[in-house]
């Protein structure tokens, strides 16, 4: 039997991988952050079997106690300030999380086992003003944004302690993925959430800042996956993941609406207070590497995906207010 630790276990990813592991009969430890985490009962009860650890980024002693106590085979470190907004308002903190926290745990594993093999959740949000279209492996970074300064930062430690050190260490360039389970803040969720509670009577409108910028949005089940492949290959390296399909903002949120038979330009409003200091403007990846060399494919596209989460907040908010 593997043990994994996972850290991020409370976001949306480090979930739909704590299911997936266990799945392929993983022991799972999930790195818990703060001294009464309101998360931790909530992660609990959706993974029962799934084992918590004390732990934080910010902390160096606490990630070698997580190492030490918990022997994994496997490392996956998806914590991490992620909203973008937030690292333009708190740019030092995600720059200690985000950034420096990567050094912190490859520190820790390579005191304690450097034979543990690492996954670091880097984001396409490191090529920013992109260099060329679609992006690979090669393509230029230019990130836009504190976070995508902070994960350019922690892709580099990720190279770096590979080649240093001979550690099995890879990185996992995402671009976009969601599901149901993505926080209420990011753009798709707040839409596909917007949209059902506009559709049952309890909101009127939904606020939203530049529709023109493109993304390649996939489903997060499909890019755990993705994570896993990359720890079980001959040798450690670096994998582009996406779809290689993008979409504005304007047609997510025309399909969100359009699935509650709705019109979006009647309920969505531009609001300057969501716009970016800078944008990054045409995501679109070329994994064509992870498709040769882990066999990886997306399974959910792009409609389907964003349907799946309007139906499953329509029935979130259908309920809410029901007595239980
Ligand atoms: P998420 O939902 O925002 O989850 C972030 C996680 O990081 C949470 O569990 C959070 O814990 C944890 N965290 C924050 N500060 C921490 C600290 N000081 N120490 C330990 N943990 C801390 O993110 P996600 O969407 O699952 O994404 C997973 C990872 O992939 C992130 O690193 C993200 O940047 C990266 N990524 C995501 C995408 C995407 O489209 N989703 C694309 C590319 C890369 P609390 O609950 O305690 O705050």
Redesign the pocket.
């Known amino acids: 039997m593997k043990t994994a630790l996972i850290?991020?276990?409370?976001?949306?990813?480090?979930t739909y991988l704590a299911e997936h592991l266990l799945g392929l009969e993983y022991k799972v430890y999930g790195?818990?952050?703060?001294q009464n985490?309101p998360?931790a009962e909530a992660v609990q009860r959706l993974i029962p079997s799934l084992e918590l650890v004390e732990?934080?980024?910010?902390?160096q002693s606490s990630l070698i106690a997580a190492v030490e106590i918990t022997q994994p085979d496997e490392v996956y470190?998806?914590?991490?300030?992620?909203?973008i907004p937030l690292s333009w308002r708190q740019p030092v903190l995600t720059s200690?999380?985000?950034g420096l926290?990567v050094t912190r745990l490859l520190e820790a594993i390579r005191m304690v086992n450097r034979d543990i093999r690492f996954y670091q959740?880097?984001?396409?949000?490191m090529f920013g003003k992109v260099r060329e279209v679609p992006q690979s492996e090669t393509t230029p970074f230019h990130p836009r944004s504190p976070?995508g300064v902070a994960?350019t930062y922690g892709h580099y430690t990720t190279v770096n302690y590979r080649e240093s050190y001979d550690m099995f260490a890879c990185s996992?360039?995402?671009?976009?993925?969601?599901s149901p389970?993505?926080?209420l803040e990011?753009s798709t969720r707040k839409t596909s959430h917007a949209a059902a509670r506009i559709k049952l009577g309890k909101q009127s409108e939904l606020l939203m800042g530049d529709l023109t910028p493109k993304r390649d949005w996939g489903y997060?089940g499909d890019?755990v996956r993705a994570m896993h492949l990359m720890l079980q290959q001959d040798e450690p390296d670096d994998y582009v993941i996406g779809t290689g399909k993008t979409h504005t903002i304007q047609e997510m949120c025309a399909v969100a609406f359009e699935h509650v038979d709705l019109n979006w330009q009647e309920y969505v409003r531009k609001d300057p207070r969501f716009l970016r200091p800078a944008d990054v403007n045409l995501l679109i990846a070329d994994s064509a590497k992870a498709r040769e060399k882990l066999g990886w494919e997306p399974t959910v596209d792009f409609r389907s995906l964003i349907r799946m989460m309007v139906d499953s907040d329509l029935k979130q908010e259908s309920a809410v207010g029901e007595p239980v």
């Open positions: 850290t991020g276990i409370t976001g949306q990813d480090g790195l818990i952050r703060g985490n998360k732990g934080d980024l910010l902390d470190n998806l914590g991490a300030i992620s909203f200690e999380i985000t926290g959740a880097s984001s396409s949000e976070y994960k996992g360039i995402l671009f976009n993925h969601e389970r993505r926080g990011f997060a890019y």
